[in-house]
């Protein structure tokens, strides 16, 4: 096999990307914040380096498959817009020996994550009350993770030249990874209890608990979830890293088969241009939907490139669709209002996610096309460009939005719980000050992982840092005890911290389009 050079080049290009050093700092600064709260919660006392290992293995456990699919996602589909995957198939190459290389590149650089966050996870060593067999079950457990989620974005990278493709289709196969590796690791470590009844509540337990190394803290008392003892347990992680494997193996089998048969660029074949036809191409209203386009383009011709296409306001209304198919079908759920608050809490995190994403991603089209030079020679200012933009992301996901918001408060007003009208203005302040901040990260950051993952840090993670922070001191100060709050952004001193960093970052995007101070992805710079 000539896999050995591929892995040299693979490893070279990936040593050159910034985004390698910095998914380590990202994984290493979120076990760091992790026992930071922990400490701030619980204090580092003697023998609870259990409790804290489970802990810093969940947050592990979270990071690997929401980095290791962003990562990786563009492995393949970069190669083949890059015009690169042609040249390799004319040397002694085979696809399997290919995508084989991208897999041991990419998964060496996983393992670097977990390399990176070892001395965090030395505290709870430190600590004491942490046994051996936590510590292997959490290696195997992140191992198995790391091959499903490098699988997922496998698969996803080799049917598709786009990134954003590639990207859509990690995340859809990791949401669908995460519930069978659940399965898998239930069916294997604890079969009596997992076949006994309620599957589905048996993997919303195994993914929120049971996967976690604190269920060993279980066995000396005799608990449910580690009925099966120390020795099944762990055997079932064993089997489950090597189940893990497989499906890794599987899947660059058939990612080298499918880049084998598209690797050559082709023509739509007939069948998928019919159904562009019939499904993608406007047949009704097509009078009122041209002047409706022409009015948009008149009105606001930097947000019109939005929704020029129609993946872009397939995004407006699928949202919508979303919403209100969800609402209507769990209308006639009895036990509708018991877990109410738990299901808008999803939704609202999911948009979120979309919404950091195109907002993430939105100057990158224009600065990979070279529409933004154009642009900026144009009578239009920074300050036309930059509030035209901001008004097609808003308009983008008002109705979503709006429907989800109406509907949580007007439930809200009815049963007279408000208690989650605080969380109600955390995510309206949110949705609107988050396209600001994605903005100055789309225009600064070249890769859009980098953007994407900026973007969440600074319109979520930081205004709460910052809020807690102070709070911490002012407590300190004044010899108050600080009680802990689990809520993550519902407080009014991180709202406006994160208010003031969407206008400093406002202020930010204007002067770097103004000096054109951004990459530029034809040149390299």
């Known amino acids: 096999m000539n896999l050995w050079p591929v892995i040299v080049r693979e490893l070279r290009q990936q040593a050159r990307q910034k985004f390698t050093f910095t998914l380590r700092g990202v994984g290493a600064g979120l076990m760091t914040l992790a026992a930071a709260l922990f400490a701030l919660q619980f204090s580092f006392d003697p023998y609870r380096g259990g409790w804290l290992f489970s802990g810093l293995h969940i947050t592990l456990f979270y990071a690997i498959w929401v980095l290791v699919p962003l990562s990786a996602s563009d492995c393949i589909s970069r190669e083949r817009r890059e015009g690169t995957l042609g040249l390799l198939f004319l040397t002694p190459l085979r696809a399997r020996e290919i995508v084989m290389a991208k897999a041991l590149a990419h998964g060496l650089r996983a393992m670097t994550l977990l390399l990176a966050v070892l001395p965090v996870l030395t505290i709870p060593f430190i600590l004491g009350g942490v046994s051996w067999q936590q510590a292997a079950m959490s290696a195997l457990v992140n191992f198995s993770a790391v091959c499903w989620a490098l699988a997922s974005a496998l698969v996803a990278s080799a049917g598709t030249r786009s990134s954003l493709r590639a990207l859509v289709g990690a995340v859809a196969f990791t949401i669908c990874a995460i519930l069978l590796h659940a399965i898998t690791l239930g069916a294997l470590t604890t079969p009596g209890i997992f076949f006994s009844g309620n599957v589905l509540g048996f993997v919303d337990e195994r993914l929120l608990y049971g996967m976690s190394p604190m269920g060993m803290n279980q066995v000396r008392a005799g608990g ?45 074949s007939q069948w998928v241009q019919d159904v562009q036809k019939t499904f993608l191409t406007p047949m009704l209203w097509q009078g009122f939907f041209k002047r409706w386009m022409r009015w948009k383009i008149e009105r606001n011709p930097i947000g019109w490139l939005e929704q020029r296409t129609w993946t872009g306001r397939l995004v407006t209304w699928a949202w919508f669709a979303i919403v209100i198919s969800l609402y209507s079908a769990i209308f006639t759920d009895r036990n509708l209002f018991r877990n109410f608050s738990g299901l808008q809490m999803t939704m609202a995190w999911l948009m979120m996610g979309s919404i950091a994403a195109s907002a993430a991603g939105s100057f990158r089209r224009e600065r990979e096309s070279g529409v933004l030079e154009l642009l900026l020679v144009t009578p239009l200012s920074a300050a036309h460009i930059i509030g035209g933009r901001l008004r097609g992301l808003w308009g983008q996901f008002l109705p979503a939005i709006a429907a989800l918001l109406i509907i949580w408060v007007y439930f809200q007003s009815i049963f007279r719980r408000y208690d989650d009208l605080g969380r109600v203005l955390f995510f309206a302040m949110t949705y609107f000050t988050l396209p600001v901040i994605g903005l100055y990260f789309s225009l600064l950051c070249r890769s859009f992982i980098t953007a994407f993952l900026a973007t969440l840090a600074c319109g979520l993670l930081l205004p709460v840092l910052l809020e807690r922070f102070g709070a911490f001191w002012v407590a300190v100060y004044f010899h108050m005890q600080l009680p802990f709050d689990a809520s993550f952004g519902a407080r009014p001193g991180a709202l406006f911290i994160q208010s003031l960093l969407a206008v400093r970052l406002l202020y930010a995007t204007r002067s770097r389009l103004n000096g054109r101070q951004f990459p530029l992805e034809r040149t390299g710079q």
């Open 224 to 268: 449910g979830m580690a009925r099966g003892g120390a020795g099944m347990l762990l055997q079932g992680a064993v089997q489950g890293a090597l189940v893990s494997a497989l499906v890794l193996y599987a899947a660059v089998l058939y990612a080298a088969w499918k880049v084998r048969r598209t690797w050559q660029e082709e023509p739509p």
